[in-house]
């Protein structure tokens, strides 16, 4: 089965400047995850989708940072404005369900200079 | 949730088992323990889960302690492309699915 896919896989962008990353997931699985993954540290939760609606966006700067999932399978995540401390890279991943692993895309690098 | 401690880092030679421990001690009944690695430039990779019995599958084994505050995922023969930091994650059997990952132990191969 196909894993997966994110785009793209670099970027770089200056701070204040808007940026979008899309994920698509494995066909058929329900739950979307976006997590945000810090040199040096774990991968960090910020958003959660239960097909097309909002589990948990507790963490995610809502000041800054939307996600959208339409029809309930690709999604995009949206940076604006980017902030120096937002320099990460963004991973994206998909379950069956929300009790099943996930599986994680090779996520995007984002520089903000 | 509840914590997960393990060593900053680890060595193996290749074809040699590896013991990655992880302690766990205030885990709790409803808490499935689930392990994960990142090799270089790429995402998380499920590796294997479990709850109180001993676990198996072809990629590792997961060894639980009887008082469930401890587990060792056992990599049987250590390849250079298992080279990767390893995830020790507790997640209950209700939530919603998030994952809290920690710093986990990352392993060097040496060939």
């Known amino acids: 089965e196909a894993g997966v896919a994110q785009s793209p896989r670099y970027k770089i962008i200056e701070k204040r400047q808007s940026v979008a990353f899309w994920c698509n997931p494995i066909?058929?699985?329900?739950?979307l995850y976006w997590y945000q993954q810090i040199l040096g540290q774990g991968p960090k939760l910020l958003i959660q989708?239960?097909?097309?609606?909002?589990?948990?966006d507790s963490q995610l700067p809502k000041d800054r940072f939307s996600a959208e999932r339409l029809k309930g399978v690709d999604s995009t995540l949206k940076i604006q404005p980017a902030k120096l401390e937002d320099s990460a890279v963004y991973l994206c991943a998909s379950s069956p369900g929300h009790k099943q692993p996930q599986h994680f895309g090779d996520g995007t690098r984002l520089s903000i200079l | 949730d509840a914590k997960t401690t393990q060593p900053n880092s680890m060595e193996s030679n290749e074809e040699e088992p590896v013991h990655l421990p992880c302690n766990h001690s205030?885990?709790?009944?409803?808490?499935?323990i689930h392990w994960y690695r990142q090799l270089p430039s790429q995402g998380p990779e499920y590796v294997i889960h479990g709850l109180t019995s001993n676990v198996n599958n072809r990629m590792a084994s997961l060894a639980i302690a009887e008082d469930r505050k401890s587990s060792t995922l056992i990599l049987h023969r250590a390849t250079l492309r298992d080279a990767a930091v390893y995830y020790c994650?507790?997640?209950?059997?209700?939530?919603?699915?998030?994952?809290?990952f920690g710093k986990g132990t990352k392993l060097s191969v040496k060939p």
């Open positions: 989708f239960q097909n097309n609606g909002v589990v948990d």
């Open positions: 994650i507790l997640r209950f059997w209700g939530s919603q699915g998030n994952l809290i």
């Open positions: 066909s058929g699985h329900a739950t």
């Open positions: 205030t885990i709790s009944g409803t808490d499935y």
